[in-house]
């Protein structure tokens, strides 16, 4: 009989890629079925960056690279930082991937022996605690309320840390909030991390260059504390503000000697990234300033008119976000509430109704770490988003 690994049996799922399934299984039913699910881009990847992919094919850039990615991609990789943070790179402190996710699967293994605790705050990407335990880590998870506005307090970050603590991992903006922290919050972090040098920080950067207050990049604690460096791992890649995620391409800028075993791990996991989506991505970061500009502005329209479409329906309150693609919606005020006879106890509950009866895919919160929330991405056109907002209100006008 075969039997499978503990690590194989205690396997989550990722949850938003089941969702996306379910969704894509309803839609092959014949219904029209409208996602708000996955963090993915719903503009094409960008003309010159495309235009590279093709050229690598054509020119026979098809080959493998090095492990950690081409010399050429990752001194554009520096350059960019250098832009957006003011902090300095070599090329042996970067490291490219086959996504930013992997990035940080494989960070998480490079600083995590069985029993390490990893600090993350709820609410939080679904796939941060699994990542934690597949690195045979615990993930320490701190709760962030609303009057913390979802995001970690100094307080809250010193009460979690213990002898046992070696990563502190967070995301600004945030996925699934789309809160960021404040130069003079993520100061005050700062100033807790310093007392506990042992703790490696990932920053989790991926939607840092999509913003809304008019400013280029969202504000990063390497720049309120540049002392943080060789502890600090800061991640970005392709997918969001370049909208290359099937090209599956991200980096880590980070210390020489963590950034040499994530690029010794991924030689024995991956390979090497592909060339082809490196060659896009050397001529995304070279030439696309235009463009993240132009995707921003349309993303800030879509805040505005998704905000107002969430704020028409009856019991939904919405935190306005910074930056990324989400509605972070609270839904606490239908709990108890029944359609059809079922009782919605939970977020779960809630958006399981909003799929099956009304076609509506979203996230719930449980899922990332928090009840009573979903997420709603709004990476979809403004007539898409209210058409999915109507159905919403369908749903809770049906609630008895």
Known sequence: MLQLSKRAQNLKTSPTLFLVAKAKELAAQGHDVISLTVGEPDWPTFKIPSEAGIEAIQKGITKYTAANGTIELRKAIAGKIKSELGIDYSAKEITVASGAKFIVFTALQMICSPGDEVILGAPYWVSYPTMVELADGVPRVIECNEQDHFKITPAKLEAAITAKT??????????PTGLQYSAEELKALAAVLR??????????DMYNRLVFDGSRVAPHILQVAPDLRDRTVAVNGGSKAYSMTGWRIGW?????????????????????????????????????????????????????????ALQSIPGFKTAPPDGAFYFWVDIHAHFGKSFDGKVIRTSKDFCDILLDKFYVATVPGIECGTEGFMRLSFAVSDETFIRATERMKELVAALK
């Not at 007392?195 to 989790?204: A, E, G, N, R």
């Not at 991505?281 to 107002?308: F, H």
């Open 166 to 175: 070696r990563g502190f991992l967070f995301c600004s903006p945030s996925n």
């Open 195 to 204: 007392k506990h040098p042992q703790i490696v920080i990932i920053s989790d």
């Open 252 to 308: 880590a800028a980070g210390p020489e000697k963590l950034i040499t075993a994530m690029g010794d791990y991924q030689s024995q996991a991956t390979g090497s990234p592909s060339s082809i989506s490196q060659h896009a991505a050397l001529a995304a970061i070279q030439n696309c300033e235009p463009d993240i500009a132009q995707v921003t502005k349309i993303l800030t329209g879509r805040r505005e008119s998704g905000l107002k």
